[in-house]
C-alpha cells in the first residue's frame, strides 16, 4: 500500500523536504535534498477535480455534472486550486461565490458544511 507524504511539519508547519529516495527492486538508496512536487501536496478531493478537469479537456460544465455540484461551487474549487498551486492570477485570487451563494449551496446539498467553511474562510 503506497501512502501520500504530508507536506508540512507536524512541529512546526514548515514545508518538508525530500531527502531520501529507495529502490524496491534492489535496495539501493540517494540521499539528498529533492525537488518539491507541488501536486504530491494535493488532497484526494482536489486530485479528482483536477482528474476530472482534465478529462473533460477544461470543461467545467462537465466538472459540475461529474462531481453533482452547481457551476459556481465548481469554479470556486477550482479556483482553490489554482491559488493552492500557485496558479492564480489576480484575476482568480477572490471567491468566486458570494457568501448568500456559498449557504445556499449548503442548502440545496450540494456543498458539505466542511467545504462551505473552507469557502467562506476564503472570503474573508
Known amino acids: 500500500m503506497s501512502y501520500r507524504p504530508p507536506s508540512e511539519c507536524p512541529v512546526c508547519g514548515g514545508e518538508l523536504v525530500t531527502t531520501r529516495l529507495g529502490c524496491r527492486n534492489c535496495g539501493s538508496e540517494l540521499a539528498g535534498e529533492f525537488g518539491h ?3 504530491c501536496a ?3 478531493r482536489e486530485t479528482e477535480l483536477l482528474q476530472v478537469f ?3 479537456r477544461g470543461n467545467l460544465r462537465e466538472v459540475e455534472k461529474h462531481l453533482g455540484v452547481s457551476y459556481p461551487t465548481a469554479r470556486a474549487r ?7 498551486l500557485g496558479l492564480a492570477g489576480d484575476a482568480d485570487a477572490p471567491a468566486a461565490m458570494t457568501r448568500d451563494q456559498v449557504l445556499g449551496e449548503v442548502a440545496s446539498g450540494a456543498l458539505s ?3 462551505a467553511a473552507e469557502l467562506l474562510a476564503g472570503l474573508g
Open 78 to 84: 477550482f479556483t482553490a486550486l489554482l491559488v493552492k
Open 54 to 56: 482534465l478529462a473533460s
Open 37 to 39: 512536487c507541488d501536486f
Open 42 to 44: 494535493l488532497d484526494e
Open 113 to 115: 458544511p466542511a467545504e
